[in-house]
């Protein structure tokens, strides 16, 4: 039987779990490892890429960086979310504001010191990313459509870090890249239409508040053709092996997201879409290893 106080550290845990998103985190570098097994690296041995110190050293800098930044958004957001996800930031305010900041410069000094293992200009770029983080939560977070693509970019550069170590310049990897940077953008967009009471009140100059609801649809719609013609492109033009089943799973949700958002006017719908391009997203990343089945037997 726990005590008072042992309840009260966990809860505590839980809390700053919640905060740095810790479930998010670990996708996160499960789909860096995946993909340079897969996509980046895929002449060498498994082994070699498992137990390279340099990649692992950039999945940990990417990891402190990403936990760092879902606490200064936390930080900046803290209002907004009060009024949009009143519960989990009941969970989130059992940490205080002051530890969440001591917190957040720990995980960044972290994230310089695993860069440096691997060069100084990995530091140099670990520390823009730290900065580019910062000033989005800072300042362009507020703003239409800049906003949203800066979060897309900052989404997706722990996958470039990987891509420029390994210097794999296929088409392939930007195909893959620019599906992904869709399935973003339109997640964000989503996320500002579920938003949207918190983002008026606090005056965020998101997409809808600016432009309405009506505009922020049609721009999703034309992102969902974007992305269905992405996946479409990979399936008849790239050695993608068993993953075309995960693009053909994706067209097919994605019209289904079509569908919704042409229906949808209240948050509930909303959530509905942003959890159908969470499920995309994930799953996107255990597809990856639908490429070659028989690289994992035959590499190891």
Same mark, same amino acid.
């Given at each position: 039987?726990?005590?008072?106080?042992?309840?009260?550290?966990?809860?505590?845990?839980?809390?700053?779990?919640?905060? +740095?998103?810790?479930?998010?985190?670990?996708? @996160?570098?499960?789909?860096?490892?995946?993909?340079? @097994? %897969? /996509?980046?690296?895929?002449?060498?041995?498994?082994?070699?890429?498992?137990?390279?110190?340099?990649?692992?050293? #950039? @999945?940990?800098?990417?990891?402190?960086? &990403?936990?760092?930044?879902?606490?200064?958004?936390?930080? %900046?957001?803290?209002?907004?979310?009060?009024?949009?996800?009143?519960?989990?930031?009941?969970?989130?305010?059992?940490?205080?504001?002051?530890?969440?900041?001591?917190? %957040?410069?720990?995980?960044?000094?972290?994230?310089?010191?695993?860069?440096?293992? @691997?060069?100084?200009?990995?530091?140099?770029?670990?520390?823009?990313?730290?900065?580019?983080?910062?000033?989005?939560?800072?300042?362009?977070?507020?703003?239409? &459509? $800049?906003?949203?693509?800066?979060?897309?970019?900052? $989404?997706?550069?722990?996958?470039?870090?990987?891509?420029?170590?390994?210097?794999?310049?296929? #088409?392939?990897?930007?195909?893959?890249?620019?599906?992904?940077?869709?399935?973003?953008?339109?997640?964000?967009?989503?996320?500002? #239409?579920?938003?949207?009471?918190?983002?008026?009140?606090?005056?965020?100059? $998101? +997409?809808?508040?600016?432009?309405?609801?009506?505009?922020?649809?049609?721009?999703?719609?034309?992102? +969902?053709?974007?992305?269905?013609?992405?996946?479409?492109?990979?399936?008849?033009?790239?050695?993608?092996?068993?993953?075309?089943?995960?693009?053909?799973?994706?067209?097919?949700?994605?019209?289904?997201?079509?569908?919704?958002?042409?229906?949808?006017?209240?948050?509930?719908?909303?959530?509905?879409?942003?959890? /159908?391009?969470?499920?995309? &997203?994930?799953?996107?990343?255990?597809?990856?290893? #639908?490429?070659?089945?028989? +690289?994992?037997?035959?590499?190891?």
């Amino acid at each position: 039987m726990l005590t008072r106080r042992q309840k009260h550290i966990l809860l505590k845990f839980f809390s700053l779990f919640s905060v +740095v998103r810790g479930y998010n985190i670990l996708v @996160v570098a499960l789909a860096q490892y995946l993909a340079s @097994v %897969y /996509i980046f690296a895929p002449d060498k041995p498994i082994k070699t890429v498992l137990f390279d110190l340099n990649l692992l050293m #950039l @999945v940990l800098a990417s990891s402190a960086t &990403i936990a760092g930044g879902y606490i200064i958004n936390n930080f %900046y957001d803290s209002e907004k979310d009060l009024i949009n996800k009143p519960r989990k930031t009941m969970l989130d305010r059992l940490v205080s504001q002051n530890t969440k900041l001591s917190f %957040y410069f720990t995980l960044n000094f972290l994230a310089v010191i695993f860069a440096s293992y @691997v060069s100084f200009k990995t530091v140099i770029f670990y520390s823009l990313y730290i900065f580019g983080i910062w000033f989005y939560s800072h300042r362009l977070k507020k703003q239409p &459509i $800049t906003g949203n693509l800066i979060s897309a970019i900052l $989404t997706v550069i722990p996958f470039f870090a990987i891509f420029i170590y390994y210097k794999n310049f296929e #088409l392939v990897i930007f195909g893959h890249a620019i599906f992904l940077f869709l399935l973003i953008s339109m997640r964000e967009l989503t996320k500002d #239409l579920e938003n949207i009471r918190g983002d008026l009140a606090l005056d965020y100059r $998101t +997409v809808p508040v600016v432009y309405g609801e009506n505009t922020s649809k049609l721009m999703l719609k034309i992102l +969902v053709l974007l992305t269905i013609a992405t996946a479409i492109v990979l399936i008849l033009f790239f050695k993608i092996g068993h993953m075309y089943i995960f693009f053909f799973l994706s067209i097919v949700l994605l019209l289904f997201f079509f569908f919704i958002l042409s229906k949808s006017n209240e948050k509930t719908h909303y959530l509905i879409l942003h959890n /159908i391009l969470k499920f995309i &997203i994930v799953t996107g990343v255990f597809s990856i290893l #639908l490429i070659d089945i028989s +690289v994992v037997l035959n590499r190891i």
